[in-house]
């Protein structure tokens, strides 16, 4: 199964979509910021992440456009996560690098069927 690495600083929130995923076959990776985010990407090369975009240490945007500026990690595809849904949050976040955004909490159909797409995977 496709692994994911979950980036979230609010150990609620990581510990509820981790759950979720490993209920769906998904291997979960966790991070609590956007420097850890990094360094797990690298190290364990997850298929998708799921990036929190407000963190302290590093927050999502910066991570983002990080790994999307490393060669090793550019090609991962990244969706934004963020509580603010107000106009031009999902436009930030996509002039980040994230391939894709979604909102909290996370509605778990929704957010599975743009992992899929972004996995390219037609099943749920």
Sequence with gaps: MPRILVVDDDEMNRD????????????????????????????????????????????????????????ETARIPIIGL???AMVGDREKALAAGCDDYDTKPVE????????DARLG????
């Design 16 to 71: 509820m979509l981790s759950r979720r995923l490993l209920r769906k076959g998904f291997e979960v990776e966790l991070a609590v910021n956007g420097e850890e985010a990094i360094q797990k990407a690298h190290a364990v090369r997850p298929e998708i992440i799921l990036m929190d975009l407000s963190m302290p240490v590093l927050d999502g945007y910066e991570a983002t456009r990080r790994l999307k500026a490393s060669p």
């Design 82 to 84: 963020s509580a603010h």
């Design 108 to 115: 778990l159909p929704r957010l599975l069927e743009k992992v």
């Design 121 to 124: 995977r037609t099943e749920a």
